[in-house]
């Protein structure tokens, strides 16, 4: 694992195609409108039967502010009373979904994100804790991974203490960049005190794991001052660091039409900031995850890759990918079982739903067969960079080879190129291949050839 990146432009250029980030298998695109509530309520019932642990996600929709390049699910406000509706709702999300689980099945993992969930007020926060723990098997001894996002300009000392009253014992900051012509050119202004006393607040009252969000690829930004930028963060020792790539999409999402094209540093400047921030990550002894994380050797990731167990789900790389996945709130997408579904994206339709005592399920998605294996060989490349054909075909009773024989040709062809190593018992993501792993996932998804690959951003 210590060769755990080879950087390799010419590869890099030639396999660098916009694809999915695979969170799930069949992604998010493929889901349908004929699944809905009566679906969900059948996985739940499922669930509950099997014992199986949970893993709950929580959306906050709200903002104070809008950052011109965010693309989350979101709802730009000043006015603080507009939790309140929505609270009254989720409350109600909660009482439905739960009353179809056992008391006994526990929350092993917890997430609140958003929108900023800190917009909510400490009141709403005490109240919104106290609906889950009533609700749901909470876990009191710390032992769970409950983890909140956290903007720094919408906390304080007194914020962070509350959260871990409450029982959170992680926390994600959102930073994007340090640079001052960058923050003003993505409207959001905020100070490495900002950001630093967070952390400090997190360190002192013992959070557990604490993560810190840069994206590259922003307006404004040089690979020099992103250096700067990489700098200050791994002078704060997080835990773990998401390194996204910018996907400026303007015709899907609207507050990127605020920021001049213009200003987009072009694709080979793109490539040095990640190829300098791999380096710096890498002397300063972070570990590459995949898929834009990085973690120090010590962090549960980097663990759990290391001894083959890591997963991931729509909550990203995670330890808990044998929990069923519950989403509450707008736009919240479920996993339980063989079934995706997602809440309506829409506040009024999520609210008016469940103001009806309807569940706010719009659309989904039931796995077949084919989907559950190509899901297993997507989640072995793109977690472990190693898959064994004997694990597939023991789980599934299938020849590999005989099963994906159309797909040889290509795998050959990345075997050439050096990104895997492939033989007749496995494949092997090369460390050239390791940033291109979405890439060698692609071969596998048998939806990919009729989707639109404008939806998705590129690789690198």
């Given at each position: 694992m210590l060769d755990a990146i080879r950087w390799d432009t010419d590869l890099i250029r030639r396999y660098d195609l916009a694809g999915p980030r695979y969170t799930s298998y069949p992604t998010a695109v493929q889901f349908h409108s004929q699944v809905g509530s009566f679906d969900l309520f059948h996985a739940l019932r499922e669930s509950r039967k099997a014992q199986r642990p949970l893993s709950l996600y929580v959306h906050v929709p709200f903002c104070a502010?809008?950052?011109?390049?965010?693309?989350?699910?979101?709802?730009?406000?000043?006015?603080?009373?507009?939790?309140?509706?929505y609270l009254q709702r989720l409350e109600q999300e909660i009482q439905l979904v739960a009353?179809?689980?056992?008391?006994?099945?526990?929350?092993?993992?917890?997430?609140?994100?958003?929108?900023?969930?800190?917009?909510?007020?400490?009141?709403?926060?005490?109240?919104?804790?106290?609906?889950?723990?009533?609700?749901?098997?909470?876990?009191d001894d710390d032992s769970g991974d409950y983890g909140i996002e956290i903007d720094p300009r919408e906390a304080d000392w007194s914020t962070m203490g509350l959260l871990r009253e409450l029982g959170f014992n992680r926390v994600s900051i959102g930073l994007q960049d340090l640079d001052p012509a960058v923050q003003r050119a993505v409207n959001r202004l905020q100070s490495l005190e900002e950001t630093r006393a967070v952390i400090d607040a997190a360190r002192t009252l013992q959070f557990r794991s604490i993560n810190i969000d840069l994206i590259y690829g922003l307006p404004k930004q040089t690979a020099e001052n992103f250096a700067r930028t990489v700098e200050?963060?791994?002078?704060?020792?997080?835990?773990?660091?998401?390194?996204?790539?910018?996907?400026?999409?303007?015709?899907?999402?609207?507050?990127?039409?605020?920021?001049?094209?213009?200003?987009?540093?072009?694709?080979?400047?793109?490539?040095?900031?990640?190829?300098?921030?791999?380096?710096?990550?890498?002397?300063?002894?972070?570990?590459?995850?995949?898929?834009?994380?990085?973690?120090?050797?010590?962090?549960?990731?980097?663990?759990?890759?290391?001894?083959?167990?890591?997963?991931?789900?729509?909550?990203?790389?995670?330890?808990?990918?044998?929990?069923?996945?519950?989403?509450?709130?707008?736009?919240?997408?479920?996993?339980?079982?063989?079934?995706?579904?997602?809440?309506?994206?829409?506040?009024?339709?999520?609210?008016?739903?469940?103001?009806?005592?309807q569940l706010g399920t719009s659309r989904g998605l039931v796995c077949t067969q084919d989907d559950r294996i190509r899901r297993a060989v997507i989640?072995?490349?793109?977690?472990?960079?190693?898959?064994?054909?004997?694990?597939?075909?023991?789980?599934?009773?299938?020849?590999?080879?005989?099963?994906?024989?159309?797909?040889?040709?290509?795998?050959?062809a990345m075997a050439s190129d050096g990104l895997i190593e492939l033989d007749s018992e496995k494949i092997l993501v090369l460390p050239a291949g390791r940033l291109l792993v979405r890439s060698v996932c692609m071969v596998f998804d048998a939806y990919l050839e009729q989707q639109n690959r404008q939806r998705f951003s590129r690789v690198i």
């Open positions: 502010n809008i950052c011109y390049y965010c693309a989350c699910n979101k709802v730009i406000t000043k006015d603080r009373g507009r939790a309140l509706p009353c179809h689980l056992d008391p006994q099945q526990k929350v092993e993992q917890l997430h609140f994100g958003g929108g900023t969930p800190t917009f909510l007020s400490h009141d709403e926060l005490r109240q919104l804790m106290a609906q889950l723990r009533k609700h749901f098997n909470l876990l200050e963060v791994i002078s704060l020792q997080p835990d773990r660091l998401s390194v996204f790539n910018y996907a400026h999409l303007p015709e899907r999402f609207m507050p990127q039409r605020r920021i001049n094209s213009s200003d987009l540093p072009a694709p080979a400047e793109k490539l040095q900031m990640l190829q300098r921030t791999i380096e710096q990550l890498t002397a300063a002894g972070y570990r590459y995850i995949g898929m834009d994380h990085f973690a120090l050797p010590d962090d549960e990731l980097a663990i759990a890759q290391e001894e083959a167990t890591l997963q991931r789900n729509f909550q990203g790389y995670t330890t808990h990918g044998h929990c069923d996945l519950i989403g509450l709130g707008v736009s919240a997408i479920s996993q339980i079982g063989d079934l995706y579904c997602q809440n309506s994206s829409d506040l009024s339709e999520y609210q008016n739903a469940l103001a009806s005592s989640q072995q490349l793109i977690c472990n960079f190693h898959l064994q054909f004997s694990t597939i075909e023991q789980q599934f009773n299938l020849d590999f080879r005989g099963y994906f024989g159309e797909l040889w040709p290509q795998l050959q």
